[in-house]
């Protein structure tokens, strides 16, 4: 490398991805060496990852007692939480809402959307084993809707022979438990995992909300060997059951019931000793019932029905050709809908696609990452998703990224084929629309980082220029008739700054992430969305204990505007601040205590819920 080219690269650097950062909460061992899999479909180091990667670790999701999901990832730099269709909440990426977000479950992408939302909060934390977040879009190796980027929950593989059982408990009526049997039997290694979890509040709803959540979760894992390579079958069940108040506009408020049903199974075959050959049959389940009732009880409304049914089986390769490393892979699905807000009640459609993707060792210090995805849908067309990336390693462990891709969502069935009146006041008339194209993105993101003497400092920049989304436009305002139509465009960038420095048994890390928005058709920004988001974090590790306090600072959010853009509902910024610790009673056994917010700081006109909140949690296993 010319000395210039390599004093110009260190010069330029200032840090390890901000999940890399992240990770300190987990581990002491250099950032830049983990291990992830989401970014390449394959194991790989971060740093050789040209997008931007953030990781929480087992450490992480248990070390304040989450009931949920969303309690985490809001206090990630750059990570929104946003309320769903009905109640839940899901997460936003780069400015893009949780509709251009895709969720995965070990790497297959988990059905369950409403109104195109994925409520996470509906999937126990418990069940994890890590979360890999990967911004920007990803849709050359995992299809539609990741336009903002992908979350790929990765569930637990510890199969060695034992017992575990856990509990948590909280403010809001908190109330957790878990038991979990792993061993072998028969021949074969599983795990069994059951648990319960509850509190009196709905997810997504805002503060002063009445209302409860339950819910069971399950999750069976079975492996064995299959000639050099190995069979696993993973099968994750949720049964979740949510009241509550909400307003009517015409009357008074009425007790509405979400009762949700989630099964997801995957079953993967590696093939031969080196695993280069993978075949993954995956079936993911979703009933979702929805009754609003002015009795008090679900026997008091009809009820409203949403079906969802996906199967997909595909085939990846992987190899090596020198000193370069390719994927290509195949799939091919079959997706249902059965509800009564679409023309026909139930539709259904099949698609499929092929990718490549490669990394190219250039030279000894560069690193360049190619890829295309042709999808084909049934109802939509045609979609080609490429991408591109640079990774360049200077002295001292600095690096430099620079990434480029296409990502896109495809129409779904209630936007193809909607044809739903509300007849509530006002009432109007939503109709789909069989023309529609895929939306799509174009991202471009650098990073420039350093790591070296127990000190990580980043710098990331990204843009996403949006086209042809999918909105309703007002057709027949004398009717109040919306139509679906491929009518707007968008714009998003940000930038992210950080450092993380670890000395003996004390861990500091702060960051700073912008985000800069504008809607397309009135040159306003998003709503919904903060313009700055500011973290500090000081962990102190003494032997078994951990001692962790952080604050947050996240300003106003808009939340509606009249005609004019002038904003007429806004959140209020605020700064929460956040303590815990954790003490390690031997193999398997942590106690855990904490407080979300302990100045119980609350935004006015906040739509989730953002309070103070106390826990505890107990984890005890025992290994034969």
């Known amino acids: 490398m010319p000395v210039r080219i390599r004093w110009l690269v260190a010069m330029l650097i200032a840090s390890p991805a901000v999940g890399q950062a992240q990770q300190r909460d987990s581990s002491h061992a250099a950032a830049l060496e983990e291990i992830i899999v989401t970014a390449e479909r394959r194991p790989s180091r971060a740093s050789d990852a040209a997008a931007a990667v953030r990781v929480l670790g087992k450490r992480d999701l248990s070390r304040r007692a989450v009931t949920d999901l969303t309690t985490l990832l809001r206090d990630l730099p750059g990570v929104q939480i946003e309320p769903v269709v009905g109640s839940g909440a899901g997460v936003a990426l780069q400015g893009l809402g949780s509709d251009r977000v895709l969720v995965l479950v070990d790497g297959a992408p988990v059905v369950g959307r409403l109104g195109g939302q994925f409520d996470l909060t509906r999937l126990s934390p418990a069940q994890l084993e890590r979360v890999e977040?990967?911004?920007?879009?990803?849709?050359?190796?995992?299809?539609?809707?990741?336009?903002?980027?992908?979350?790929?929950?990765?569930t637990r593989r510890d199969l060695?022979?034992?017992?575990?059982?856990?509990?948590?408990?909280?403010?809001?009526?908190?109330?957790?438990?878990?038991?979990?049997?792993?061993?072998?039997?028969?021949?074969?290694?599983?795990?069994?995992?059951?648990?319960?979890?509850?509190?009196?509040?709905?997810?997504?709803?805002?503060?002063?909300?009445?209302?409860?959540a339950d819910r069971w979760d399950g999750m069976l894992r079975v492996t064995s060997p299959l000639g050099g390579g190995a069979l696993d079958l993973r099968v994750l069940g949720v049964v979740e059951n949510q009241e509550y108040l909400a307003a009517s506009r015409s009357g008074p408020p009425s007790n509405n019931f979400n009762d949700n049903w989630q099964l997801d199974a995957l079953t993967t075959a590696t093939l031969g000793t080196e695993g280069r050959t993978e075949l993954r049959l995956h079936g993911s389940l979703y009933d979702h019932r929805f009754i609003r009732s002015t009795s008090g009880g679900r026997e008091g409304g009809a009820a409203e029905w949403d079906k969802q049914r996906v199967v997909d089986l595909e085939a990846v390769r992987r190899g090596d050709l020198g000193r370069h490393r390719w994927l290509v892979g195949a799939k091919v699905e079959r997706e249902w809908l059965s509800t009564g807000r679409i023309e026909g009640g139930e539709r259904a459609a099949w698609s499929g696609a092929v990718y490549v993707s490669a990394d190219w060792r250039v030279l000894p210090w560069l690193t360049a990452t190619t890829g295309a995805r042709l999808t084909s849908g049934e109802v939509w067309g045609t979609d080609l998703a490429p991408r591109l990336g640079l990774v360049a390693r200077g002295p001292a462990e600095t690096y430099l990224k620079l990434a480029a891709a296409r990502g896109f969502r495809a129409p779904s069935f209630k936007e193809l084929y909607t044809n739903f009146t509300n007849p509530g006041h006002p009432s109007y008339t939503v109709l789909g629309n069989p023309d529609l194209a895929p939306e799509y993105s174009w991202n471009a993101t650098a990073e420039i980082g350093r790591s070296a003497g127990g000190v990580e400092v980043y710098l990331r920049g990204y843009r996403n220029w949006l086209r042809g989304l999918i909105e309703t436009e007002l057709v027949d305002p004398s009717r109040s008739v919306f139509a679906y139509r491929n009518v707007d465009r968008a714009r998003t960038a940000g930038l992210e700054v950080g450092a993380s420095a670890t000395r003996g048994?004390?861990?500091?890390?702060?960051s700073h992430a912008y985000l800069d928005s504008e809607d397309g058709s009135t040159g306003l920004p998003l709503l919904n969305r903060a313009a700055h988001m500011t973290r500090g974090a000081v962990t102190v590790e003494p032997g078994r204990l951990s001692l962790t306090g952080e604050a947050i600072h996240t300003t106003s959010v808009p939340l509606t505007r009249n005609d004019a853009g002038e904003p007429t509902q806004v959140q209020d910024a605020y700064t929460r601040i956040n303590l815990s610790t954790g003490v390690a009673l031997g193999a398997g056994g942590r106690l855990t205590l904490g407080v979300d917010n302990v100045a119980d700081t609350r935004p006015a006109n906040a739509p989730?819920?953002?309070?103070?909140?106390?826990?505890?949690?107990?984890?005890?296993?025992i290994a034969w």
């Open 608 to 621: 989730t819920y953002l309070g103070r909140r106390w826990y505890g949690g107990l984890t005890w296993g």
């Open 505 to 510: 048994i004390v861990t500091v890390r702060g």
């Open 133 to 154: 977040i990967v911004e920007g879009p990803q849709s050359t190796l995992y299809g539609s809707a990741a336009l903002g980027g992908v979350i790929n929950l990765l």
């Open 160 to 212: 060695g022979p034992g017992v575990e059982a856990s509990t948590q408990f909280g403010s809001l009526g908190q109330r957790d438990y878990r038991l979990r049997v792993t061993g072998p039997a028969l021949g074969l290694h599983g795990a069994v995992d059951l648990g319960r979890r509850s509190a009196d509040l709905v997810p997504g709803r805002a503060a002063g909300s009445v209302g409860t």
